[in-house]
Nanobody, 124 residues
């Protein structure tokens, strides 16, 4: 069973930066596609970014392109989300997720394992 634990969330002013981390254990992390999702109150859980097992392919939602960067360290079983130029509309609970199939899916239903989430709040 894969366990994912997010960290790095918090309160930041608009224009600021945060770096989220997701530590994986108990599985074959290096072969999984990893994704970051977010869910604001009353809204659906939407994909933010995803990265293939080799880091050769990435995906970003239009709303975060040019501001967020996803990366991974397969030696340390960790995936990161660097968030710059944060906006109040980025406020949400951020989740990391793992997909065993090795594809780069954008749907939350395609991911097999989830972390518990970390809150990101951006004040205006």
């Amino acid at each position: 069973q894969v366990q994912l634990v997010e960290s790095g969330g918090g309160l930041v002013q608009a224009g600021g930066s945060l770096r989220l981390s997701c530590a994986a254990s108990g599985g074959s992390f290096r072969w999984y596609t990893m994704g970051w999702f977010r869910q604001a109150p009353g809204k659906e859980r939407d994909i933010v970014a995803a990265i293939s097992w080799s880091s050769s392919s990435t995906y970003y939602a239009d709303s975060v392109k040019g501001r967020f960067t996803i990366s991974r360290d397969n030696f340390n079983n960790t995936v990161y989300l660097q968030m710059n130029s944060l906006k109040p509309e980025d406020t949400a609970v951020y989740y990391c997720a793992a997909n065993r199939a090795g594809t780069l899916p954008r749907s939350s239903g395609a991911y097999d394992y989830w972390g518990q989430g970390t809150q990101v709040t951006v004040s205006s």
